[in-house]
């Protein structure tokens, strides 16, 4: 007797610089991904303590809560494992409104996440992808999305780390371009009944559509990205910090407009050749190819 093997599972992880980061740029792929049956594990490399928040929310407390909103978060898209690795955040140490800085939660304690050596954080990552026999690793464009300096670290210390792990995937979460100058100038339109929030240099930000090989449908999975994204309430309440930008400007965007923000996610896989169509499967690589017919 022969038995058919079942379609393959994969382990997923998804590596984040701070608690909502994976909401925003990855939790549509996880949600279903986790629903086909493959195992999910989301990393953050800080507790977000730096981040923005109420005045009572600062520090330790504020990393305590943000890491009990991500375990709520990594229930909602269904994964396996979450892990925070507990380096200083370092903050969002450029001015942006006139509310105030957000930076390191104590500016004379430990060199905060995005200053520190890559090497032995790459290292530190490599051993939990061996561990957990990682085949995709999720981090972010060279870029570091809109340049916050910790996002940076997450793609130079993901790319070493897959490197020495062997992880077979690498997959640079990121967003198109074009797609957030249409919803900027969605919110322009808007200007005269929502407040218009602070935003980053979007020239060079994220990653420009022809250098993209991924774009996610994740519109079956809406509902759960939202509730990921409700999760983080420390962060979509005042909008000073990287993530929480952005969270507001999605926040804002008209319902219909916000599902079809929300309803793809984009990639660029390391090493792929781009300027094909773009694959709507991140497993697409670890597929055994078809037996292709002779013509
Ligand atoms: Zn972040």
Known sequence: MTSQPGPARYTLVSFHAHPDDEALLTAGTLARAAAEGHRVVVVVATAGEAGA???????????????????????????????????????????????????????GGPVPFSQLDAEPL???????????????????DENGG????????????????????????????????????????????????????????????????????HRVDVRDYVSDKSESLRAHASQSTRARDDGARTLALILRLPRPVRRRVIGREWF???????????????????RPRPECGHA
């Not at 507990?86 to 903050?91: L, N, R, V």
């Not at 530190?124 to 972010?140: I, K, P, R, S």
């Not at 322009?188 to 930000?205: C, K, Y």
């Open 122 to 140: 790459a290292a530190d990552l490599a051993a939990l992808l061996v561990e957990e026999g990682a085949d995709v690793l999720t981090t972010y």
């Open 146 to 213: 809109y340049g916050h300096p910790d996002h940076v670290q997450v793609h130079r210390v993901g790319a070493m780390a897959a490197e020495i792990a062997g992880t077979p995937v690498v997959l640079e979460a990121t967003i198109d371009r074009a797609l957030i100058w249409r919803a900027v100038n969605v919110l322009r339109a808007l200007a005269w009944v929502l407040p218009m929030p602070v935003l980053p240099d979007l020239s060079t930000a994220y990653t420009a559509r022809g250098d993209l090989t």
């Open 53 to 107: 928040a109420r005045a009572d929310w600062t520090g330790d407390h504020l990393g305590d809560r943000r890491i009990r909103e991500l375990e709520a978060s990594a229930a909602a898209i269904g994964a396996a494992r979450v892990e925070v690795l507990g380096y200083p955040d370092t903050g969002w140490p450029v001015p942006t409104s006139g509310e105030g800085i957000s930076g390191p939660a104590d500016p």
């Open 268 to 286: 660029r896989e390391r090493g792929r050749q781009v300027g094909g169509d773009l694959l709507d499967d991140v497993f697409a690589s670890l």
